[in-house]
């Protein structure tokens, strides 16, 4: 047994917790950088707590998810206001944006030289500069994660930066700051923790620490998913759905993910289609593929008993089988409003292109068995 964990240097979780920032703050400088959403609000009243401490904050806006673009624009205004440190406040854009110029400011060059896939794939020499991470969304685990998801407008596909030298210095987890939260969001962002709980749980190459992490995320998840959509002032399902959100970071960041991320970096690319929305509208529908080609082709695979212990969480059956698991999900996407995959654009036509981009993705060598490529076609019919 050979296993890795490494998460965030500290996190501090609980409602009322953003309140500690400025004095965490006041220990890594005077000058920084809050990256932000599109919503200045939060950027702002961190602002107001912060002027006490007599620091120099500057707002970084990030409209729609992080290009390679944005974050040398981001890299730049951090160098000539001389900021020692950076904080991300807002969704997983503005963390994964946050960090990668975090990433940047201490080590040479320029971002294509360290991106998998379509960079030089170099690796980070230098610590990160400090950087603190306070997610307003309950989804990405964004928070406790080692790599920043890029888009370059140049390839038309979405890849990472990773090192574990880009861990956040400090994750401030605040359920209250999702309370605000539209069903949607909460809907496509609680969908996405399941899914990175759930791959990691049945990846190829499982953590047994992570496992326990997993399972629990699960558990949350099914007690307060459903509550936080119909009722997002519910502080106690939001705390649930923050933990949760927390645990499939550090999940995805000491196990692998699957084809679920395997497919979500090229459709998130390609087209104008928010993240979670897309693993949420793929979870059943890879869960199907994967169960039946575990059957067909490595009947003996233990996966499928871990297949099983995620039916009976979801399903609250002791004698449920994966495919209850599978009607579970699509019951649960139709509940929450997911759309299908073709209406943010995808066609038939635009399948082999999509698959032959999956097929290189790193999470995709994740998966618990190697899919075929027309296997990998029929999962995108099926969701369109």
Do not use: W
Request: hydrophobic share 40%; net charge neutral.
């Amino acid at each position: 047994m050979k296993f890795e964990f490494a998460t965030a240097t500290r996190i501090i979780f609980g409602a009322g917790t953003i309140k500690e920032v400025p004095s965490l703050a006041a220990e890594l400088g005077e000058r920084l950088l809050i990256v932000t959403g599109k919503n200045f609000d939060r950027a702002s009243a961190l602002i107001k707590l912060l002027k006490p401490k007599g620091m120099s904050a500057f707002i970084f806006s990030v409209s729609g998810e992080p290009s390679i673009e944005t974050v040398m624009i981001g890299i730049k205004l951090a160098r000539k206001e001389k900021c020692k440190f950076i904080i991300s406040i807002g969704g997983g854009s503005a963390i994964d944006t946050g960090k990668a110029i975090s990433a940047l400011l201490t080590n040479k060059g320029e971002v294509l030289d360290y991106l998998e896939v379509i960079g030089h794939g170099k690796a980070l020499t230098k610590p990160s500069a400090p950087f603190i991470a306070i997610p307003t969304t309950s989804g990405t685990g964004a928070e406790v994660t080692k790599n920043a998801v890029l888009f370059s407008s140049e390839h038309h596909v979405k890849v990472s930066l990773r090192s574990n030298l880009m861990l956040p210095r400090i994750a401030v987890i605040d359920p209250e700051l999702t309370l605000s939260l539209p069903p949607s969001v909460t809907a496509s962002t609680g969908l996405d923790a399941l899914t990175q709980l759930i791959e990691p749980y049945v990846c190829n190459s499982p953590n047994p620490l992570i496992d326990t992490i997993c399972l629990e995320g699960i558990k949350r998840i099914v007690k307060s998913l459903r509550k936080a959509y119909k009722n997002g002032s519910d502080l106690s399902a939001r705390e649930d759905m923050s933990l949760a959100s927390l645990f499939g970071g550090m999940a995805l960041a000491n196990a692998k993910l699957g084809a679920v991320h395997g497919f979500a970096g090229p459709l998130g690319g390609m087209f104008s289609a928010p993240h979670g929305a897309v693993c949420a509208r793929l979870l059943p529908v890879v869960m199907k593929f994967n169960v039946n080609a575990l059957k067909e082709r490595e009947p003996s695979s233990p996966v499928l008993s871990r297949y099983t212990d995620v039916a009976q969480l979801l399903t609250g059956k002791p004698s449920a089988i994966p495919s209850d698991e599978v009607d579970y999900l699509y019951s649960l996407c139709d509940e929450l409003g997911i759309l299908a995959l073709g209406t943010y654009g995808l066609t038939e036509d635009d399948i082999p292109s999509v698959v032959a981009q999956a097929e290189k993705a790193s999470s995709m060598k994740g998966n618990p068995i190697l899919l075929t490529e027309e296997e990998l076609k029929n999962i995108l019919k099926e969701a369109l």
